[in-house]
Structure formats: C-alpha cells, structure tokens
C-alpha cells in the first residue's frame, strides 16, 4: 500500500496493494467481490428485478463496510509497521467512497414518475441516465419537444420500451411532439449520441436536442445524430422554430460564451498546424502534437468550441517553441539571449498555462459533482471532500517552482550557472513525470463517472514539450 493511495471497490486492486501478514484481508477481498458482483447484477436487472437487486448490493456493500472496519482494527495494532499505518489511513477515508456507491445504488432504483416536470429534478435525472448510456453502450429513449429548450424532455430506460418512453413523456409535460427509438454513444465522436428512429423524424430534432443538452449541462453528451433506417440524415428544417442557438446557461445577460467562436475558422487553424506537424523531424515530439491535434479535432466535431480553441493555442504555442527549439540548437551550448531564451520563455508560459488548465478542470469537475448531488442534503459535505482531496494536486506542481526555474535559465548570462540551471529544470520535469506516473488520485480524476477530464494528459504533453527544450 502507498501513501496517498484512494480506495477503489476492486478485489483486484486490494488483493494487489493489501499489506502482508492481514489476517482480516482475505474477507475484504471476498467482500469486494461480492459487492462487484451484485453492483454488476444491478446494473443488468429489469424493472421487475431491480429492487431486490438493489437490496441485495446494499448487504454487499454493508458487507464491505464490516470487512473494511476489521482490517482498520487489525492494521491499527501493528504499531511501527509503515505499510499498516499507511493501510489505516487508506480505509479510512473510505465512508467518502461508500456514500458514493450507496447513492449509486438508491439512483438505479429511482423512478421515473415526476422527473420532467421541475428543471432542477429533470436536470439531475438527464446526467444520471446520460452516464448510464456512456458506460451501457445502448439505451431506449423518448423524446418530446416544447418551444424552447429547457422544456425539451429525453427520457432513456435500459428495460422500458420505446414507445412506451415516448407515451410517458406525452402524459408528464402535457407535450405531444413526440418520438422514440434507441439511443447509442457515438465510437467516432466524443460528446455525441445517435438517436437511431424508430418513431417519426420530428422537424428540428438534433438542433432541438443539442440546445436542451446545452442548457441542462454538464452532461457527457453535447449534440445528436439521426440515424434513418441504418442511414445518417440531415435535420428536417422547422420553420416555426423560434428559439436561439446562441444561448449559454451561465453567460451573463444572456451573451453565449461561444457567440465569437466561428467553428470553420478553428477548422481551418487547426489544418494549419497540422500541416506545421508534418515538418517536425523529431519522432516523439511529433507524435506528442498530433494527439494534441486529434484532441483539438474531437473537441470541433463535439461543438465544444471553447475548448478546442484552448487546444488550439496550446499546440501552436507547442509548435512555436518546437521550433524555436530547432532554431536555437541545443539549450546548454547557447550562451546568449536569442532564439533559446525565447524558446525557454514561452516554455514558462506553456507550464503557467498548464497550471491554469489543471485547476480549471479541477473546478469543472466539482461543478459536476455538485449538480449530481445537489438534491441531496450531503451535497455540503460532498463537495468539502472533494475540495480537501484534490487541492495537493496544483499545490504540488505549483512548489515545484518549474516556470521560475525556467525563466532564471533565460535570464542566466553566466554558462556554467545556466549548465546547472538547465539540470535542476530536467530534475524537475522529472519528478513531475513521476508524480503523473504514481499517483493513483489522477487517474480516479480523470477517469470520473460526472465529467470527462484529461489532467494527466495535459501535464504529460505540456512536460513532454518542455523535456525537448532542455534536452
């Protein structure tokens, strides 16, 4: 066991980091299992299966509880064992956790009745059913249309029918511009659902859709695609459609914060760079740039502007002081200002933004969480915990102190100083490297159920770009 270490509800993953000589952590072990077991069956079970279901994960889940608060009791007595001490510590953050699957469980057994009427409750039902579609792979859907946006129902059911999705949806809100179908995650493009119709194609559908999605994020999905009989079809235009595309749920005075952003202006940025990538003569500093550009180029065809326009000046800065880089030559050999101090200028910048963009994934992802939460009375709690569990992660790459260090080689006249400057900043990328490499609280961020984030492959490129600096 490591220190630092966030517990997961995996057998594999305590059978692998629980410390020798437990007596107790076999039945963890068994407990986890158990509990993956009856949270899968969950998962798989029909409308008349899943209270009993739901039952049988809550024992589980107590029986993990048990199995945790023995290994604590057990660990605790084995005074000056680290490994013990570190295992304690672990557990006990495990009630944060446990909570977490308890409203998971509670979640698959809501019912639908009275979700669509209040936007707050529709908005907390639509992210719980849109998370069970990305992981499922293939839901049934309904779906009705208002006049604006936030009156725009999606309903989605694993067992329900269809049609019968559709039916429900007519007699909640009272709408009858309806239809129905299944529903699958798109394995192309992030951020998008196809809507494979069974019922009629309703004018406006996917533009419709995509607006009701906007304004109830966050959500993992942003826009739809129709399928028409195995076949991709164009919206059918509603003339009578009145509502705005340029509206954004948290721009002030109701300014969309895309409204400047033109999407074939970033398209032909984005070839344009590309085109630049194909001149880079380094291997893996070229490969580094073109997953920033497959990254900037799922962001354009998922209508996420905003931050494909920061992918976009985060690779041409990256090609900038790529070729700045080559221009200059090798980092220790040139002594004057030149090309290099430019090249390891734009590097402090690079590693500031980077800094920014962690934080800023950071928040949208308790800005997610809160939303799931926010009709329960822990969500208080829930938050504080999350605040007080990731706020080490900027604070550790910002001690570092990688940006000052940089600038102080730009700024060293003296050779020899900038020679050992130049090696304290590789010791640095190094120690971030393994920082990425080691810490399992990353990877739980990144790979989170409320809101997709890449804070490890933002600093992995950032860093990759800077180690090319100073090689």
Known sequence: MKKGMTFLFEAKWWAINQPKGLKSGGDLESALKAYESAKGKLEKSDDADREKAAGAARAALDGVDKAVDAVIKEASRAKGNAE??????????FGGKRDVEKNWIDEQVASDDNMFASPDVYRKYLLTQCKRLRSSGEMNFGLVLGKKAEEHRLALHKAKSAKALGNMLVKETGLHQFTFGVATPSEERAGVVVLWLEGRQLPGIAKKGARMLKKFKPLPFTKLVLMVDGQEVADIDDPEDMDTDDFELDAPDGVSASANLDAAALTQELAELIRRIQGIADPALKGDLARMATQANALLRSNSLEEAKERIDQLRIALDQAGAAANGGNGVAQAAGGTTNAALAKSSEIWKRTLDKVQSEIEKLRAAIVTAYQTQAMVG??????????????????EVGLSDKLDAVAAAADMDQRVALIGEVRGIIQRCQSYLASTPLLADLDENPFEPIAIRNTVSTSLSMLEKVVH
Do not use: C, P, Q, S
């Open 84 to 93: 013990m001490e570190i295992t304690v510590e672990v557990l006990k953050k």
């Open 381 to 398: 709690d829930i938050e504080a915990n999350y605040r007080a569990k990731v706020a080490g992660v900027t604070e550790t790459l910002k």
